[in-house]
């Protein structure tokens, strides 16, 4: 039989020069979401605690959750592992190009689904006045599902980072400064992401308070006028740093580094399910 080494194929799924047969960035992100498991599983089980024996005056949760609200962004994030998964599927067969698209949309999904957590915490603080202080159900639930939208976050930003270095060159030119590109990339990026969630959540709380209607549309445009002037400036930006510039450093051989950062996404995907049952399904059984 022919070896990977022999026809010059790379392994993507084991490394010969590793004890374990296992690629050592792997196997530290496994342990690390190992440790993340029981991290989760103390808050999950502290919020379930809880809610079988709910001291006096606590929310009821039926009367707070948008049900509707919290399925369409369960729907998003679902959406977005199998994006992360054509990604890692794309680098390994060498489609750099694909590998981006599912990139960006991995990215936008995440966003959609950190705006989705924004504005619902902001209608549960000021429509029902649950804090993360006045009460059990607060601290516990703000708690477990603020934690894990900072792993959301924490993995849209890795996202973007991976994006950008897909575009490092391979031989950069003499006397260039390939550095403060790559910085001047991912803030375009960031600026980008907020910008958008800033003024589609801006739109958003419009539509909810006035309807739809010229006047409120309008209205938003003008009160957000330097973010959609920053949004459009940032796209312009992201679509210049995405031009054709000649040979990447980026190829297969990175394809650990997408899978790394896939086991992640995932991850954070199982546990939202485990959330979105224990916290949010639970309450209407």
Same mark, same amino acid.
């Given at each position: 039989? %022919?070896?990977?080494?022999?026809?010059?194929?790379?392994?993507?799924?084991?490394?010969?020069?590793?004890? %374990? =047969?296992?690629?050592?960035?792997?196997?530290?992100?496994?342990?690390?979401?190992?440790?993340?498991?029981?991290?989760?599983?103390?808050?999950?089980?502290? !919020?379930?605690?809880?809610?079988?024996?709910?001291?006096?005056?606590?929310?009821?949760?039926?009367?707070?959750?948008?049900?509707?609200?919290? &399925?369409? &962004?369960?729907?998003?994030?679902?959406?977005?592992? *199998?994006?992360?998964?054509?990604?890692?599927?794309?680098?390994?067969?060498?489609?750099?190009?694909?590998?981006?698209?599912?990139?960006?949309?991995?990215?936008?999904?995440?966003?959609?689904?950190?705006?989705?957590?924004?504005?619902?915490?902001?209608?549960?603080? %000021?429509?029902?006045?649950?804090?993360?202080?006045?009460?059990?159900?607060?601290?516990?639930?703000? %708690?477990?599902?603020?934690?894990?939208?900072?792993? +959301?976050?924490?993995?849209?930003?890795?996202?973007g980072l991976m994006?950008?270095?897909?575009?490092?060159?391979?031989?950069?030119?003499?006397?260039?400064?390939?550095?403060? =590109?790559?910085?001047?990339?991912?803030?375009?990026?960031?600026?980008?992401?907020?910008?958008?969630?800033?003024? +589609?959540? &801006?739109?958003?709380?419009?539509?909810?308070?006035?309807?739809?209607?010229?006047?409120?549309?309008? =209205?938003?445009?003008?009160?957000?006028? *330097?973010?959609?002037?920053?949004?459009?400036?940032?796209?312009?930006?992201?679509?210049?740093?995405?031009?054709?510039?000649?040979?990447?450093?980026?190829?297969?051989?990175?394809a650990v580094d997408?899978?790394?950062? =896939?086991?992640?996404? !995932?991850?954070?995907?199982?546990?939202?399910?485990?959330?979105?049952?224990?916290?949010?399904? *639970?309450?209407?059984?």
């Amino acid at each position: 039989m %022919t070896s990977h080494a022999a026809t010059g194929a790379i392994d993507h799924h084991h490394d010969h020069t590793t004890s %374990t =047969g296992i690629p050592n960035k792997k196997l530290l992100m496994w342990a690390f979401l190992a440790s993340d498991c029981m991290f989760f599983g103390t808050l999950i089980s502290t !919020h379930l605690i809880y809610r079988l024996h709910p001291p006096p005056g606590n929310p009821v949760p039926r009367q707070i959750f948008d049900i509707p609200l919290t &399925s369409f &962004s369960t729907f998003i994030l679902l959406m977005s592992s *199998l994006m992360m998964a054509l990604a890692v599927n794309a680098i390994q067969k060498g489609n750099l190009k694909s590998m981006r698209f599912s990139l960006l949309t991995t990215i936008l999904f995440g966003s959609i689904f950190l705006g989705g957590q924004v504005f619902e915490f902001n209608n549960f603080v %000021t429509e029902h006045h649950m804090t993360i202080t006045n009460s059990i159900l607060g601290t516990t639930f703000y %708690t477990l599902t603020g934690t894990h939208g900072t792993h +959301v976050a924490i993995g849209v930003l890795w996202l973007g980072l991976m994006y950008v270095r897909s575009f490092k060159a391979a031989a950069p030119a003499p006397g260039s400064y390939p550095w403060l =590109g790559n910085v001047l990339h991912v803030l375009a990026l960031l600026a980008a992401i907020l910008l958008s969630m800033k003024l +589609v959540l &801006s739109v958003v709380w419009g539509l909810q308070e006035h309807g739809l209607s010229a006047a409120t549309l309008g =209205g938003v445009a003008r009160a957000q006028f *330097l973010a959609i002037i920053g949004a459009v400036v940032a796209f312009g930006a992201l679509r210049w740093f995405a031009r054709p510039a000649g040979p990447v450093h980026f190829d297969q051989r990175n394809a650990v580094d997408v899978e790394m950062m =896939g086991l992640y996404w !995932h991850f954070v995907d199982i546990v939202w399910i485990v959330i979105f049952t224990a916290v949010y399904l *639970l309450e209407y059984l």
